[in-house]
């Protein structure tokens, strides 16, 4: 079983659409995160979720919105694509999110082309 | 906040060399740097970390030694081989945070020549 499993994998859209991408955990984690790997490779923090509630919220369009069901689900909406907007996308998890010393599990990644 | 950076951004060794990437970071108070590996078209996983109370950790041939006076840490894989091929970054955790929110480094690019 994957622990954490994103969809779609890819995702090629038009500009002005709205999409979003779906990830769930099967490790019983209690934080969930989005991060945004540019062209670079560079892996930036967009948000973090500890049971349901928003507890990193970095300098991200609000064009993006984060949605939480349950600890074991976090989705991400996005309104109004860009070209600046393609990366790819990758969801993760850890078991707390308080420590100092946790391990991230992340997922395969959802590539998002924006035409 | 805390600013890692990594270098080479590019690096290429023959199969049975060593690699060596070095990475330093700004915050004194960062207490656990871990080092993840990405293979093409997959996520980063977590190879090895290390915590700021301890300078060398082993796991087979990765090392990861840490010089916190000179804020500094470096991941060394012993005996290359082709499937160690991957994007490899270091990260540092701010001491002054209580969320985990990783700073990672810019990523190296290793290839693994046969």
């Known amino acids: 079983d994957t622990a954490v499993s994103q969809t779609p994998k890819y995702l090629v859209t038009q500009m002005g659409n709205d999409k979003s991408i779906k990830c769930e955990q099967n490790?019983?984690?209690?934080?969930m995160y989005w991060y945004k790997q540019d062209s670079k490779k560079f892996l930036k923090i967009m948000f973090s979720?500890?049971?349901?509630?928003?507890?990193i919220n970095e300098t991200v369009p609000n064009r993006f919105s984060p949605k939480s069901p349950d600890k074991a689900h976090l989705n991400l909406h996005i309104n109004s694509l860009e070209l600046g907007d393609s990366a790819v996308y990758f969801c993760?998890?850890?078991?707390?999110?308080?420590?100092?010393?946790?391990?991230?599990?992340f997922g395969s990644g959802t590539q998002l082309s924006v035409l | 906040g805390e600013n890692v950076e990594q270098h080479p951004s590019t690096l290429s060794v023959q199969e049975g060399d060593s690699a060596v990437i070095k990475c330093t970071y700004s915050?004194?108070?960062?207490?656990?740097f871990p080092w993840y590996k990405q293979e093409l078209g997959k996520g980063p996983q977590l190879i090895i970390d290390?915590?700021?109370?301890?300078g060398e950790k082993k796991d087979q041939r990765i090392a990861v030694t840490l010089n916190k006076t000179a804020k500094h840490f470096s991941l060394h894989i012993t005996e290359t081989q082709p499937e160690d091929s991957a994007v490899y970054f270091c990260a540092a955790i701010p001491g002054s945070l209580t969320n985990y929110k990783l700073s990672f480094g810019a990523g190296t690019t290793v290839t693994v020549r046969a």
């Open positions: 979720y500890n049971n349901k509630e928003l507890i």
């Open positions: 490790l019983g984690h209690d934080t």
């Open positions: 290390i915590r700021s109370n301890v």
């Open positions: 915050d004194s108070a960062s207490n656990y």
């Open positions: 993760a998890s850890s078991r707390t999110g308080g420590g100092t010393n946790e391990k991230l599990f």
